[in-house]
Structure formats: C-alpha cells, structure tokens
C-alpha cells in the first residue's frame, strides 16, 4: 500500500544510519521506497571462516559440488536436484551439507530424479575444513537470499563458486574468474551454468586459487563494529 511505502520510507530516513548486508539489497530497497537512502552503508557478515579452514584441492575427475546451507525452500536446492537431472551425460557429485524441515522433500525429489547414486545428504558439519576436504565447488542456487555467507566462506577456503544472481552473491564474484554466476533461480538456466562450469573443470583449482585472493583482499573481518560505534 502506497501509505505503508511512504511511511517505511519515513522510518528509514529518519534513522542516524542504515545497514545493508549486500549491494543488490540496498539497490531493491530504493528501488521499492522511491527513496535515496544516504545514511544508508553495506556492511559484511563476520563469517566463521579462519586461515585454518583453508585445505588443499581434492584432486578428482569428477566435479564434487557441495551446497552448505539450511534445507528450506528459499535456498534453491531443490532447483539445483532438477538442473542436475537435465545432465544425466555429465559424470558429477553433490554433497548437500544442512539440516531442515525441507529435507524430507528433498530426500523425495533425489530418489524420484533417480540421482540417489550422486547425491549425499551429509546433514550440518560445523568444520569448513571437513566440508571444503572434499568439495570442489560451491552451488549457491538461492531463491531469495540476503548475502550466502557461505560463498566468501567457500572462496577463503580455495573454491570456485557457482550462484545465482540473488543478494550479494554479484559482490563477490567474478564469472569465468573465481566462479560462475546464474542470471535467476530457473532450472534452464542453472543447468547452462553447470553445463558451462563442468565444460572447464580442468581450470576449477586455478579458480579456486583466483577466489581465495578475491576475497581476502574483500573482505572486511570486523565490519561488524559499525553497528555499534
């Protein structure tokens, strides 16, 4: 409603600052109120990544893709099950990584896509270093999303990225770089994206490497202390 817009716009510009987690965010959000928003800031999410977590490529001829997230609607994954299905003729692994109500569902979808053999649940793992032991590349096909702390986690750790065009996923990345990006959440496009990802798998660790550097020079470890300086 028109009032509710004015009256949200308002609020927001009579606060002393704002915070946004990501740029496409803040973009939306004066978009939607009509509103320039100068005391507004992008800041980033501490992350539980340490130099630690960082581990060597696990070397394969078979792409292994993990997502690590929890298992609800809005992060895609069951768009990811169906874009894989469509490459039955490419040799790949998942690893899905996450606790949720959504994972009967998912469960559900695996076996009636017939990708039991490719796909394992591996429920939470708190270590970045197990996770990332394994995996190659991170799928990030969220649906609506603020910022997948889980991508610059990934990146830290050494691995390309592959994510769709929602939140702050565009600050991070650098298609064809240090990872691939999808336009939207579609299971056309996510499988053009796999298929464009998997064509160069030869190049995954190079990327990796490219990722790591990207986001270390990016990423700020005590923004956070904006919100209450």
Known sequence: MPADVAAMAGCLAAA????????????????????????????????????ADATPWPAADVPRLATVSRLDFGKGIQILLHALAELRGEAWSLRIHGQGEHEPALRAAVAHLGLAERVEFA????????????????CSPAIDDGVPMTIPEAMLCGRPVLATCVGGAEDWIEPGRTGFLVPAPTVP???????????????????????????????????YRQLIS
């Open 16 to 51: 002393e600052r704002i915070f946004f987690v990501s740029r496409r965010n803040l973009a939306a959000t004066r978009r939607h109120l009509l509103h320039a928003l100068p005391n507004a800031t992008v800041v980033h999410n501490p992350l539980r990544w340490q130099p």
């Open 123 to 138: 429920g939470y793992v708190p270590s970045l270093r197990e996770i990332w032991a394994r995996g190659q590349m991170l």
């Open 189 to 223: 496009l996510l499988a053009a994206g796999l298929r464009e990802a998997f064509a160069v798998h030869g190049r995954w660790p190079e990327m990796g490497l490219a990722a790591a550097a990207a986001a270390s020079q990016r990423y700020r470890a005590d923004d």
